[in-house]
């Protein structure tokens, strides 16, 4: 059974701070990484893709990846209530077409 | 363009009703997917059509029945369905197959179909 794991909080956040999520997945043939940010009532939006092990800066976000310890994070810095989602962390495997979604981490930020 | 656009925006039908929701893309992927959703649980796959073939079939019941008349639209078609079947109903569009190593598979979901059976 494949899985990938979330806390599912909620995580509050003072506005201006570093919201760190975190993701831990079981296949280790794992290869493709993503993290999707869903507003209440809305469908979830691509923020960042991961392939390879380290950072991935896209401006206040950075996707982190530890293939070794079969980790991946999503760091927010300068958090704003615009933030505040639930956030999926989903996990493919080579050769399948098929999404592997957390159960998300639903994450407040406090003004 | 790097839309996925979704009809009905909300649709609430019968149990003996027959209806269909619709799908498009035109960001030249080839493989689409639907989804469901209930609150507060993340996405679960329905059903993957690979350059218009259907390739996975997460064990749906048959009152559900997907259709990809080409690589640009992809359909679900609903009858007989349970109040149970309540739902967000979501399609997504990603690239197909291997590039440098990688699986380059971004999925991007449209908005939604919003159903409620009754």
């Known amino acids: 059974q494949k899985e990938v794991e979330q806390n599912s909080g909620p995580l509050s956040v003072p506005e201006g701070a570093i919201a760190s999520l975190n993701c831990t997945y079981s296949?280790?043939?794992?290869?493709?990484f993503f993290w999707y940010r869903q507003y209440s009532g809305k469908s979830p939006e691509l923020i960042m893709s991961?392939?390879?092990?380290g950072d991935k800066e896209d401006g206040r976000f950075t996707a982190q990846l530890n293939k070794a310890s079969q980790y991946v994070s999503l760091l927010i810095r300068d958090s704003q209530p615009s933030d505040s989602a639930t956030y999926l962390c989903a996990v493919k495997s080579v050769g399948n077409e098929k999404l592997t979604f957390g159960t998300g981490t639903r994450l407040t930020i406090i003004p | 363009d790097t839309e996925v656009t979704q009809t009905p925006k909300h649709l609430v039908m019968g149990m003996t009703n027959k209806k269909s929701l619709k799908c498009e893309q035109h960001?030249?992927?080839?493989?689409m997917y639907w989804y469901k959703q209930k609150a507060k649980k993340p996405p679960e796959l329905m059903f993957v059509y690979s350059y218009e073939k259907l390739s996975i079939n997460e064990s749906v019941p048959s009152r559900f029945s997907p259709e990809c008349p080409n690589s640009s639209l992809l359909n679900l078609h609903l009858h007989a369905l349970q109040p149970e079947d309540s739902a967000l109903y979501l399609c997504?569009?990603?690239?197909?197959?291997?590039?440098?190593?990688?699986?380059?598979?971004?999925?991007?979901f449209g908005p939604g179909t919003r159903l409620t059976v009754l």
């Open positions: 960001m030249g992927h080839r493989a």
């Open positions: 997504a569009s990603s690239h197909v197959g291997l590039a440098g190593g990688h699986t380059y598979n971004e999925q991007f």
């Open positions: 296949d280790r043939v794992s290869q493709s």
């Open positions: 991961i392939y390879s092990n």
